[in-house]
Each structure stands twice: as C-alpha cells, then as structure tokens.
C-alpha cells in the first residue's frame, strides 16, 4: 500500500507534489520519488527514505514543471533497494512516467513475455517496472502517429486490464501529452480525483486518498470506479472511461482497518466512521464473552486502534485512558522492512504511563494483530507496569493467509494467528484474554457507513483472493522466494541505506 499522486496544473507543481506525499506518508515509508513534466522534458528524483529527508533544496529546484506524478513506497515486490524506487520511466513509444500502489500477481509470466514477445527489457525486480513496461507496450501497439488521443490511451489501458493480474492503481505521466490514472477492474487499492478551480484555470490532482486532495485545497470530485481510466491532458481537460470488460468494486477491507488515515473517505465509506463501527461491534462481542465488571479501563494502542477503543469504551460504559504515550518521531511499525527493525520500533515508539495500570484489570485495544510483534511487547509494557489483567482485543479478525494485493505479508508462516487457535495466539502474546472481531462485523462496519459497498477483497482474514488467479501453489512459491537466503541480505542493504541501527533481535 504504497501512496501515489498526480497532477495536472497551471503552475510549477513540485511542492504541491511534495506536500501531497506527505499527505500519504503513512502509506509508504522505505522511498519517495517525484517526476515532473517541463516542456515535454521529464525531470525526477527517488530515493530511500521519508519524503522530508529524501528531498533536498536542489531536488526540489530541478522538479520543473507544471504537471507530474509522485510516490511513496511500501516494498511488495523485489526489494528494497533504491533502483526499485519510484517512479518508473520508460522513454519508448513515448516518454511515460508510472507510480503504482498495489502488487501483480501475474509479473513473473509477464516478465517473460516482455522479454520473449515484446522485447522489452525489465531492469528490477519490480512488478510496477513490469506494470509499465505493459503500459508502454500497449500504448505502442494503439499509438498509430507521434501524438496519442484519449481513446488510444483508454484501448491501451483496456489491454493493460487483460493482461495483468492483481491489484494496482495507477498515475502515468506520458511526456507533452498528460496523466493518465487507472484502477484494476476489482477496485482493490484506492484511487480519487480532486478538482481546484484557480485565476489561472482548472487543476486536476489524482491521489491515494482523499486527505491529499482536502489537504492540498482540492474539491473530492470522486472515486476512480473499478476498471476506470481517467485522463488529463496538459491544458487540463478531463476525459474518463470504464475500460475493463466486467469491472466490480472490492476495496480491501484492511485499508479501514489499519492502512489507510482515519481522515480519508474511501469509495463513499469514511474509514474513521467505520473503525467507530468497529468498536460497536467488538464492543457487543467483549459484552458476550467477559463478564461485565470484570474491566476497569479500555485503552487504545496508539494510533491506528483510537477510533475502535474510544466507541467500544463508549458502549461497554468503562472508562477510556491512554495509557501509552507515542514518540511521534518512530514511523508505523508493521510498514517497517523487518522483523528486528519491527520489534525494536515498538518499544521505542510506545511507552507506558505506569499509573495509569496500576492494580488495574485493562483492556487492550488494537485495530488488528498480525506478526504479534507490538501484542507481544504492549501486553509485556502493561504487566511491567503493573496491570492485574491484561485483555486484548483486535478491531479485526485473525489475520490468516498471505495478502497478494500490497501489503507486504506473503507468508504463512509469520502471521502469529496461522495454525493457532484464539486461546494459543492468547498465549503467544502473553495476555489473560482475548477477543477477536468476527469477519463479518467487520464487513458490516464498512457496509453500514456505505451501504453500496458489499464485497471486499478480504483474503487474509478468509483466504479469498477475488483476482481468482492465486492458488496454494503459487502461495507456496511465494514463501520459497520469501524465505530465500537473499532476504536478510536485502534487509540489511535498506538498514544501511536508511541509516538506522542494527536491529536489537535477528529474525
Ligand atoms: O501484530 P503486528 O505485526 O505488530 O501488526 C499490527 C500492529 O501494527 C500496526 O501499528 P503501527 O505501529 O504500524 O502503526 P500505527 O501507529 O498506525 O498504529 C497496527 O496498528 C497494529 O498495532
Ligand atoms: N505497497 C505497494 O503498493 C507496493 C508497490 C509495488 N508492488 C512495489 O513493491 O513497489
Ligand atoms: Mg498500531
């Protein structure tokens, strides 16, 4: 779940670029990149790192430009390392730009067929280097003179849809000519566009989420439907068509959960009402299964789980505390490339207030436990802070199988609540109790905010992958690559390109 931006303006854009990434900076914390559109002319920077300390001054001075693209990056696919930054550029048929929030299921039989039949050549392992080369492709094959209309760009991007699997939402800048943004026919990653009428005419900003457009002063116009192409040529007029064959909405249920800013609305569902949903229902499930009195307070584990904890703590009538203060210096931990790096984080990141558990029975509160890496240490912060009871409970489900579509949990085998029961993952993570929110309370808790949404991609809580193409065959070579003896290799290459310490723990 990778952040990507795009705009179309009248003015030089590399700010707006910039502060739009922060914007999606939680979506994405290994490398950022910019590239902007001068005079047919595309001038781009990436690198490892957060948006504030991947761009300098003279970055910033060389993005010239009055439209572009911009991205942040959650590694998925290949590795971390910089060449696997984004953007992407290729320089034929035209010269395109790409950002891509997402991951293909498919790249490997399409890398072969772009060096075997396309005679394109992919320089990484990258799926989204793979994604443009597609593009690029298909644009090759409908571009019939030197300058590219709307409807060639929508045919291409209809053959993009039937050649790639899995999920991706897309900005492509293509040199002199404009943006153009698409969503896979599931609709399983987020993709809006935003409207700013200025003295100067109109502008266009295409984004990951709708705080980038509220935030940069743009009116939401709306979500880019499933399947759905927009285009924005330089002088700013938008054309926009449904380019897949049978397009059908699944927005993935773990971006309410934890991924996406609580202040987004995603396909109509204001992912900050429905973590209050969330609470509600976990709320009625706590009611079922500990007895009422037996919690003296409910605390949230900053920050994702505050909505869900302030509501169930609302409807159990116990009393809500923060019991654990957040360095707002140390990034999301789950985001982080690897386990050491991931447990070290949480302790530095949280700590606790230890009056505040005193003597006390407390009810841990997260929005979900996936690795078990901050349960583990939050339950053991609690107990050494003297709690009496620790209770745990998760705003969503177990998570049980790989996610395919990017979030960068490929294998089985480090999901905490893999091949464990409730009463065993309690165990694991040291806690007196623990309550799991039920799969479908949690799809009501997006429905009820948005009642047209009614299918999700929610494969790693019921193992449904809705793309239809992954099977346990390709799950298990998917693991095999993941557990390759390259991995801490490319690990610590990112530690020492990010510049952190080495990890307390190895995996
Ligand atoms: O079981 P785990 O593997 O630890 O993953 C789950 C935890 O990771 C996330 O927090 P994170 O620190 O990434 O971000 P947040 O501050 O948005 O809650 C999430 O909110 C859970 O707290
Ligand atoms: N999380 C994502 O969206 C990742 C995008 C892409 N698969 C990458 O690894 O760069
Ligand atoms: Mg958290």
């Known amino acids: 779940m990778c952040g ?4 179309v303006s009248q003015t030089q854009v590399n700010q707006l670029l910039y502060d739009a990434l922060l914007l999606l900076q939680h979506r994405g914390q290994d490398a950022a990149g910019i590239a902007t559109d001068h005079n047919n002319m595309f001038s781009m920077y990436k690198a490892n790192g957060l948006v504030r300390d991947v761009f300098r001054t003279r970055n910033m001075r060389s993005l010239l430009g009055t439209s572009g693209i911009g991205h942040c990056r959650y590694p998925t696919a290949g590795s971390s390392s910089e060449e696997e930054a984004q953007p992407f550029y290729v320089n034929a048929p035209f010269g395109i730009t790409l950002a891509h929030n997402g991951n293909l299921t498919n790249q490997a039989e399409l890398k072969q067929d772009m060096f075997r039949k396309d005679r394109r050549h992919i320089n990484t392992d990258s799926d989204s280097e793979v994604l443009l080369n597609v593009l690029a492709h298909e644009i090759q094959e409908v571009s019939t003179s030197y300058s590219l209309d709307p409807d060639a760009l929508f045919k291409a991007v209809a053959m993009v849809h039937r050649r790639v699997r899995g999920a991706y939402a897309v900005v492509a800048q293509i040199a ?3 943006l ?8 399983i990653r987020p993709l809006c566009i935003g409207v700013n009428e200025t003295d100067r005419g109109t502008e266009y900003l295409v984004a990951s989420e709708s705080v980038a457009l509220e935030g940069m002063g743009f009116r939401f116009l709306r979500d880019i439907a499933p399947g759905e192409a927009v285009f924005i040529d330089n002088d700013s007029k938008l054309y926009e068509k449904q380019c897949a064959d049978n397009p059908s909405l699944n927005p993935c249920a773990f971006e309410y959960v934890y991924l996406a800013r609580p202040d987004s609305v995603i396909d109509g569902a204001s992912v900050y009402a429905t ?5 509600e229902y976990l709320a009625d499930k706590i009611r079922r299964e500990i007895p009422s009195g037996e919690i003296d307070v409910v605390m949230p584990i900053p920050d994702s789980s505050r909505p869900a904890a302030i509501q169930l703590a609302l409807k159990l009538g116990i009393e809500y505390r923060e019991g654990f203060i957040k360095n707002r210096y140390i990034g999301r931990t789950f985001i982080m490339p690897g386990q050491g790096m991931r447990k070290k984080s949480v302790r530095q990141k949280l700590n606790a207030i230890s009056s505040e558990f005193k003597g006390k029975n407390v009810l841990l ?8 890496t901050t349960s583990r240490e939050i339950v053991q912060m609690a107990r050494d802070s003297g709690a009496r009871n620790v209770f745990f409970a998760s705003a969503a489900p177990p998570v049980l199988f790989p996610n395919v579509y990017g979030i960068d949990m490929p294998t089985r085998d480090e999901l905490i609540a893999h091949g464990r029961t409730v009463d065993e993952i309690c165990r694991e993570i040291t806690a007196d109790r623990l309550v799991y929110q039920d799969l479908d309370a949690l799809k009501r808790s997006i429905s009820d905010v948005n009642p047209a949404l009614q299918n999700f991609e929610a494969s790693c809580f019921d193992g449904v992958y809705v793309t239809g193409d992954v099977t346990p065959e390709y799950l298990d070579r998917l693991e095999h690559a993941r557990n390759s003896p390259n991995k801490p290799q490319v690990e610590d290459a990112v530690r020492t390109q990010l510049n952190l310490n080495p990890p307390v723990a190895a995996e």
Do not use: N, Q, T
Not at 180 to 187: S, T
């Open 4 to 7: 990507i931006v795009g705009v």
């Open 176 to 178: 002199g000519v404009g």
């Open 180 to 187: 153009l943004a698409f969503r896979d026919p599931y609709g």
């Open 275 to 279: 973590r209050l949903k969330m609470g």
């Open 365 to 372: 509160v997260d929005d979900s436990i996936v690795r078990g």
